[in-house]
């Protein structure tokens, strides 16, 4: 009876900007742990002033803000905690972390397919040129490509110019100041495409909450994981 | 308004080292704690606190072919600056008088203009650096920008005793340091104007007796390719991109709602 009262913690304002999580009572799975959605948003922040103070050395116009050094500081701190939180993650975790990586790498017939039918799955709506995709769509692992390879490329560059800036020579540091903005570019661009798949895109909307509370529902898994969510429903024995 | 330069005449210096003194001095730059080498050449090195210093070079080991010479060291002011073009918030920037000043207020201690820079020029460590973050502002010649905008000439080539040192508009200089060197040209067959061609024209010109590279002199300087590449080519397609990105994705907001919408209720 109790039951038929509850309603759902509603924030309706959040609501409208990130469309509604899977209903109260609506079948859901289990899509991000925990320790991967707190690595999610750590690195997010982290990426934000990442960007901004990134950004604003970018833009002669904004070089006031660079100005005493300040942001170049708060840059060094965010490059530590998004490079520390991965590690630890790495060696807390590192059954899933490996297995995470893994899945960047793992690219079939289907993928191919999905290239195929996307411009009209996500511009039109049609739906029965999209082959079925496991946990990660192709379009997701080639995002997570992105971040693997440019965040590797990131580290390894700023690495260079800020703790080796006196050993290698002063070309190398013009190249590697050079590939920083290559990396950066790459992830500005991805990061777009992701923020507004992952909240506006009307196919999508609502998936944004599934990095939140770690849940979708069983349709939604369905209709765009549908490897995936063979494999899960036939691991519960449903 | 007529750019303007400074002639040196390496054939007329002997060293004295008097405008390393004048440029401390005018400047207010502390002195440096040196250790004997050998040399008269010192302080060893350009830093932030010696936008100016002389360059000792030893030729021959006999007394028939030995050559000492001396060379000016500091900023050349460059018309194509290296500097200048990868100082990401302008603090670099040309002055109208042609030479390349700065605003140290907006110098971020990024130290990418110590590594651009053909001539191994700018150097950090000026302004201190704050406590927590550490930041240390270029450093490096200003042209007496002080004191040539009030009809001065710069404190090095007040000071030179020889007339090593000249100031004036850059085309003016031109045409006597060219005179100079043909007259050179007798004795000294690979007399050599520098920093005429240099860089699309330095506003530092040198007279040499011999090859640039005998004085120490980059032959052929060049801005490094990496730093044209990046801030030439790289930057405006990374402004392209994230447009096209943003555009794209505009664009699919505008017709997606609406076909996926209509699909969704027709279930």
């Given at each position: 009876m109790e039951t038929v009262?509850?309603?759902?913690?509603?924030?309706?304002?959040?609501?409208?900007?990130?469309?509604?999580?899977?209903?109260?009572?609506?079948?859901?799975?289990?899509?991000?742990?925990?320790?991967?959605?707190?690595?999610?948003?750590?690195?997010?922040?982290?990426?934000i002033v990442l960007f901004i103070t990134g950004l604003i050395f970018f833009v002669p116009q904004f070089g006031g803000g660079a100005v005493g050094g300040w942001s170049g500081l708060f840059h060094r701190i965010a490059a530590v905690v998004m490079v520390g939180w991965a590690a630890l993650y790495f060696v807390t975790s590192p059954r899933s972390a490996l297995s995470g990586v893994r899945e960047a790498f793992k690219w079939g017939r289907d993928d191919i397919g999905w290239m195929q039918a996307a411009p009209s799955y996500y511009m039109l709506g049609g739906e029965d040129t999209m082959p079925p995709q496991g946990h990660?769509?192709?379009?997701?692992?080639?995002?997570?490509?992105?971040?693997?390879?440019?965040?590797?490329?990131?580290?390894?560059t700023g690495a260079l110019m800020w703790f080796f800036k006196n050993i290698i020579s002063s070309g190398a540091f013009m190249w590697s100041a050079f590939f920083h903005d290559v990396g950066f570019i790459a992830l500005l661009t991805f990061a777009l495409v992701h923020v507004y798949l992952s909240v506006f895109h009307p196919r999508m909307r609502g998936i944004f909450w599934s990095m939140w509370g770690g849940e979708i529902s069983t349709k939604y898994a369905e209709s765009h994981h549908k490897k995936w969510y063979d494999e899960v429903s036939k691991g519960e024995g449903s | 308004m007529a750019e303007k330069a400074i002639l040196y005449d390496a054939t007329k210096c002997t060293a004295c080292r008097g405008c390393q003194v004048a440029c401390k001095q005018w400047n207010d730059l502390p002195g440096e704690l040196t250790t004997n080498r050998g040399t008269y050449e010192n302080p060893p090195d350009l830093s932030a606190n010696t936008w100016l210093k002389m360059r000792f070079t030893e030729i021959g080991d006999t007394p028939d072919n030995f050559r000492w010479l001396f060379a000016r060291r500091a900023c050349m002011h460059c018309t194509d600056a290296a500097c200048v073009e990868v100082c990401p918030t302008n603090a670099l920037y040309h002055h109208e008088l042609g030479f390349v000043a700065y605003k140290r207020e907006l110098c971020s201690g990024c130290g990418y203009c110590v590594e651009a820079c053909p001539f191994d020029v700018p150097r950090s460590g000026g302004g201190g650096g704050g406590a927590v973050h550490g930041v240390r502002t270029m450093s490096k010649c200003i042209f007496c920008e002080d004191r040539i905008t009030n009809g001065e000439e710069p404190a090095c080539v007040k000071?030179?005793?020889?007339?090593?040192?000249?100031?004036?508009?850059?085309?003016?200089?031109?045409?006597?340091?060219?005179?100079?060197?043909?007259?050179?040209?007798?004795?000294?067959?690979?007399?050599?104007?520098?920093?005429?061609?240099?860089?699309?024209?330095?506003?530092?010109?040198?007279?040499?007796?011999?090859?640039?590279?005998?004085y120490g002199l980059p032959v052929n300087p060049q801005i490094p390719v990496?730093?044209?590449?990046?801030?030439?080519?790289?930057?405006?397609?990374?402004?392209?991109?994230?447009?096209?990105?943003?555009?794209?994705?505009?664009?699919?907001?505008?017709v997606a709602r609406r076909k996926i919408k209509i699909n969704s209720e027709e279930e």
């Open positions: 009262e509850r309603k759902p913690k509603s924030t309706p304002i959040l609501h409208y900007i990130f469309g509604a999580p899977p209903a109260p009572g609506e079948d859901v799975v289990e899509r991000y742990s925990r320790p991967v959605r707190i690595l999610h948003w750590v690195n997010a922040v982290a990426w990660m769509n192709t379009g997701q692992k080639l995002w997570w490509l992105t971040v693997l390879g440019a965040g590797s490329l990131m580290i390894l | 000071t030179c005793p020889t007339g090593a040192l000249t100031y004036g508009d850059r085309s003016d200089l031109l045409a006597e340091g060219q005179a100079r060197v043909a007259s050179l040209k007798s004795t000294y067959p690979n007399a050599y104007l520098y920093g005429e061609k240099e860089l699309n024209g330095l506003h530092v010109l040198y007279v040499l007796d011999d090859t640039p590279d005998v990496a730093a044209t590449v990046w801030q030439d080519v790289l930057q405006p397609i990374g402004w392209g991109l994230a447009g096209l990105a943003a555009l794209g994705l505009g664009l699919n907001y505008v």
